[in-house]
T-cell receptor
Framework: AQTVTQSQPEMSVQEAETVTLSCTYDTSENNYYLFWYKQPPSRQMILVIRQEAYKQQNATENRFSVNFQKAAKSFSLKISDSQLGDTAMYFCAFTHVNNNDMRFGAGTRLTVKP | DVKVTQSSRYLVKRTGEKVFLECVQDMDHENMFWYRQDPGLGLRLIYFSYDVKMKEKGDIPEGYSVSREKKERFSLILESASTNQTSMYLC????FGQGDYEQYFGPGTRLTVT
């Protein structure tokens, strides 16, 4: 079975600093997608960043980047220059190609402090 | 922009009531999903549908049923609500055609069963 593990239930960071959220996953397949989703307080869940497993280059979206280690089955999210608006629950997720079944981690609650 | 809407943000029902949660998406997506979100457990898939009148069980279908009579609408039904179904319910949609497997989420319905 596919599982996604986020080992940090809560984290905090000072505004303008950098923080890294951890995620590991378990699969025997070779072709899949990984995602980080953000759920701000009382707001809709939105996609932050996605990584295709066949791509070696780590995905980057502005201040958000990932460290994808396929052999280690690790997919961490780095947030640079943290802003107050980054305060949210962050979910790591995984899906196989040609599969509707997306698996989510338990989430990490990130608080950015002024 | 993709828009996924859910019929209620907050809902309070009594034990034994029949509860309908409605979800509508406006982007002609084939796939629609119902998740349950609980603290420390992340998102767990209840049911999903990849076409009109088609449905597949997720990880926790017990006590729930679904209906998809039109492509844009996916309903979650609690036949006889119980207190252990108190939770946040999230609807999502995605498209085969995009090829990126991103799911788009609604704002969620926080259901309390008393």
């Amino acid at each position: 079975a596919q599982t996604v593990t986020q080992s940090q239930p809560e984290m905090s960071v000072q505004e303008a600093e950098t923080v890294t959220l951890s995620c590991t996953y378990d699969t025997s397949e070779n072709n899949y997608y990984l995602f980080w989703y953000k759920q701000p307080p009382s707001r809709q869940m939105i996609l932050v960043i996605r990584q295709e497993a066949y791509k070696q280059q780590n995905a980057t979206e502005n201040r958000f980047s990932v460290n994808f280690q396929k052999a280690a089955k690790s997919f961490s999210l780095k947030i640079s220059d943290s802003q107050l608006g980054d305060t949210a629950m962050y979910f790591c997720a995984f899906t196989h190609v040609n599969n509707n079944d997306m698996r989510f981690g338990a989430g990490t609650r990130l608080t950015v402090k002024p | 922009d993709v828009k996924v809407t859910q019929s209620s943000r907050y809902l309070v029902k009594r034990t034994g009531e029949k509860v309908f949660l409605e979800c509508v998406q406006d982007m002609d997506h084939e796939n629609m999903f119902w998740y349950r979100q609980d603290p420390g457990l992340g998102l767990r898939l209840i049911y999903f549908s990849y076409d009109v009148k088609m449905k597949e069980k997720g990880d926790i279908p017990e006590g729930y049923s679904v209906s998809r009579e039109k492509k844009e609408r996916f309903s979650l039904i609690l036949e006889s609500a119980s207190t252990n179904q108190t939770s946040m319910y999230l609807c999502a949609s995605s498209s085969f055609g995009q090829g990126d497997y991103e799911q788009y989420f609604g704002p969620g319905t926080r259901l309390t069963v008393t």
